[in-house]
């Protein structure tokens, strides 16, 4: 069945970068629409980045210029780099999946994602 596996969380200071990977398997990774969410204490879920099976981009203004998304096709990896983190980025960060062609446009719908990930902390203190 479909699996996937965050890891790469911890704690940081702020300004500090961090690099999180999510490993898929059990299904056709290479054709899937990916995207990573995270989830703060008593707020709802909310979308960081998208990126489509051709490598097309989408990202929450809050994190462009600071958070990049990739994949490796080669080896069902997803990632997220993130630089410049913030107070306000700690959250459980989350990544999911979907198989479509349509995308990117959902960077701000975890309700298009039927597959998830169990999660990784992410802590950035001040």
């Known amino acids: 069945q479909t699996q996937l596996v965050e890891s790469g969380g911890g704690s940081v200071q702020a300004g500090g970068s961090l690099r999180l990977s999510c490993a898929a398997s059990?299904?056709?990774?290479?054709?899937?629409?990916m995207a990573w969410f995270r989830q703060a204490p008593g707020k709802e879920r909310e979308g960081v980045a998208a990126?489509?099976?051709?490598?097309?981009?989408n990202y929450a203004d809050s994190v462009k210029g600071r958070f990049t998304i990739s994949r490796d096709n080669t080896k069902n990896t997803l990632y997220l780099q993130m630089n410049s983190l913030k107070p306000d980025d700690s959250a459980m960060y989350y990544c999911?999946?979907?198989?479509?062609?349509?995308?990117?446009?959902?960077?701000?719908?975890?309700?298009?994602?039927?597959?998830w990930g169990q999660g990784t902390q992410v802590t950035v203190s001040s």
């Open positions: 059990g299904y056709p990774y290479s054709s899937y629409c």
């Open positions: 990126i489509n099976s051709g490598g097309v981009t």
């Open positions: 999911a999946a979907r198989l479509s062609v349509l995308c990117t446009p959902y960077v701000s719908r975890p309700d298009m994602f039927p597959y």
